[in-house]
């Protein structure tokens, strides 16, 4: 399995690679920390098997980096990772094609 973590805060990243690390040991973990980052990665890598992606890093604005990679990349899981946790955000999160919603808030057992 392939997971690409793009998220721009280095301790952020670090423990979400802990969590899917300790879920799915054999996994390879790619990390992006820009929006720019995440398009090379995606241009030059595998399609991966889910990308975490937080909402709100270098390069983008709003939704439109989420935007982006459902319109390349249609058939690649996307869940938003995000310390914004108003339900609007979350369900317009889900309209633009994330597959779920993780607040930067819950628990590693989440």
């Keep these: 399995?392939?997971?690409?973590?793009?998220?721009d805060h280095p301790l952020f990243r670090d423990a979400?690679?802990?969590?899917?690390a300790?879920?799915?040991?054999?996994?390879?973990?790619?990390?992006?920390?820009?929006t720019a980052t995440l398009q090379s990665v995606l241009e030059t890598i595998e399609e991966p098997?889910?990308?975490l992606l937080d909402l709100h890093m270098p390069g983008s604005s709003?939704?439109?980096?989420?935007?982006?990679?459902?319109?390349r990349y249609p058939s690649l899981p996307v869940i938003v990772v995000s310390g914004n946790e108003e339900p609007g955000?979350?369900?317009?999160?889900?309209?633009?094609?994330?597959?779920g919603y993780i607040p930067k808030s819950s628990s590693?057992?989440?």
Excluded at 1 to 7: E, G, R, W
């Design 1 to 7: 399995m392939n997971f690409v973590i793009a998220d």
């Design 16 to 20: 979400l690679k802990r969590a899917v």
């Design 22 to 34: 300790s879920l799915f040991p054999q996994a390879a973990l790619v990390e992006a920390d820009s």
């Design 49 to 51: 098997d889910l990308l």
């Design 62 to 71: 709003g939704f439109s980096g989420l935007v982006h990679v459902r319109a």
């Design 89 to 99: 955000v979350m369900r317009r999160a889900i309209a633009h094609g994330a597959s």
């Design 108 to 110: 590693l057992d989440d």
